[in-house]
Structure formats: structure tokens, C-alpha cells
């Protein structure tokens, strides 16, 4: 069965400092999606990208951040500046698209600012 | 979105039957409702949807009332693998600009061996 992958499972970085969280969507999906959790908080919505752009960003989602679809497989989420509140897990998500639009989402990456 | 409200934590029994409430009285006619699982710090795992009427797949069943307003998950022999937190979500249909997931707290699902 088809899966979202994503790596580095773990990252440990300085304050900042430049992270690049990678996914790779299952392959006939056309919508791409990353959250985030904080530890012992909800899974809070980031930003949706369709097209090779983005459709929606939350708040949390500011000009520190951005993503891309750098080839016909990947999907990144840059962290251009890390603060120590950006630690959290973050999650890749995809859906096929058309009614319903399912999510399925990764693993995970564990991001640790230090 | 609609707000949905679920209890905090639930018991179960392992082998019998889980049964995870969701209010979304404010659901409105072209709204899913979704169920999806966390378990530990794992990534959200999809369980079920649906719109108006039940719906039954490998994982679980979904009763919607027939005023939508309130759905119930069932796991009908719960594993000790089916501690988790329960999410139930409630979003549009497929429209651009509406395709996040807004995650509540959910229940959180104890199987009891």
C-alpha cells in the first residue's frame, strides 16, 4: 500500500540555523500539505500546495517558511531561521484530490531546536 | 469549518466493541466528517469518512445520525493496538482553499487488556 515517507525522521539543529524537511507523497496525488506538533498540543495546519503553489498558509506560517516541489517526487518544508518554539513534529500529508480529498500523512519528522 | 466536541479519554475492553461519540451539531450540508488516529507521536492515520450515510471499511464503521449533527466510530473488537487518540474532523468537500484538517483534541482511546 501506497505511503507518505518522510525524512529525517530525527534533526537536531542550532538556533538559527537552516532545516529542509523532506517528504515524498504517494505518487498520484496532486495536493501536498505540512503540519506541525508542538509537544502536547493539536496537530495545527502549516500550508496546502496544488499546482506548484500554495493554496493556503496558516498564520504560523510566515516568511520564515517556505516549501517547493523541487522534482517530480519530492516536497520540502524550509526553515530559513530556527527558533527553539519551532521544535515540534512535522507532518507531510497528500491527498489524490475530487470529492472527499482524503489526507494521508507521514510519519513524521522530529525537529529539535537547540 | 463545523466544531466538533468528543470526550476526553475512553475505556475499552480488548475484544469488545469501542464505541467514540462526536457532536458537530453545527455541520452543514456539504461537510464530511472524518475520523483519523494518533498513536503516540505518530502521524495521523486515516480511518473513515463519510457524508450522510453509514459507512463500513477494514478499519471501523461510521453511524451518522440522520440529522447529522452527531456521528459514533465503532471498532468492533478493539486490539490493545487501538490505543490511541480518536480525532473526529468535520470539512468542506472539495473545494480549493478548503482542504485543511483542522485537529481538535480528541479522545483519547485506552484498551484494557
Known amino acids: 500500500e501506497p505511503e507518505v515517507t518522510q525524512t529525517p525522521s530525527h534533526q537536531v539543529t542550532q538556533m538559527g540555523q537552516e532545516v529542509i524537511l523532506r517528504c515524498v507523497p504517494i505518487s498520484n496525488h496532486l495536493y501536498f500539505y505540512w503540519y506541525r506538533q508542538i509537544l502536547g498540543q493539536k496537530v495545527e495546519f502549516l500550508v496546502s500546495?496544488?499546482?506548484?503553489?500554495?493554496?493556503?498558509k496558516s498564520e504560523i506560517f510566515d516568511d520564515q517558511f517556505s516549501v517547493e516541489r523541487p522534482d517530480g517526487s519530492n516536497f520540502t518544508l524550509k526553515i530559513r531561521s530556527t527558533k527553539l518554539e519551532d521544535s515540534a513534529m512535522y507532518f507531510c500529508?497528500?491527498?489524490?484530490?475530487?470529492?472527499?480529498?482524503?489526507?494521508?500523512f507521514g510519519p513524521g519528522t522530529r525537529l529539535l531546536v537547540l | 469549518d463545523a466544531k466538533t466536541t468528543q470526550p476526553t479519554s475512553m475505556d475499552c475492553a480488548e475484544g469488545r466493541a469501542a464505541n467514540l461519540p462526536c457532536n458537530h451539531s453545527?455541520?452543514?450540508?456539504?461537510?464530511?466528517v472524518y475520523w483519523y488516529r494518533q498513536i503516540h507521536s505518530q502521524g495521523p492515520q486515516y480511518i473513515i469518512h463519510g457524508l450522510k450515510n453509514n459507512e463500513t471499511n477494514e478499519m471501523a464503521s461510521l453511524i451518522i445520525t440522520e440529522d447529522r449533527k452527531s456521528s459514533t466510530l465503532i471498532l468492533p473488537h478493539a486490539t490493545l493496538r487501538d490505543t490511541a487518540v480518536y480525532y473526529c474532523i468535520v470539512r468542506p468537500a472539495a473545494n480549493f482553499g478548503n482542504e485543511k484538517l483542522t485537529f481538535g483534541t480528541g479522545t483519547r482511546l485506552t484498551i484494557i487488556p
Open positions: 500546495f496544488y499546482n506548484n503553489e500554495i493554496s493556503e
Open positions: 453545527t455541520i452543514s450540508g456539504n461537510e464530511y
Open positions: 500529508a497528500s491527498s489524490r484530490g475530487g470529492a472527499g480529498k482524503t489526507q494521508y
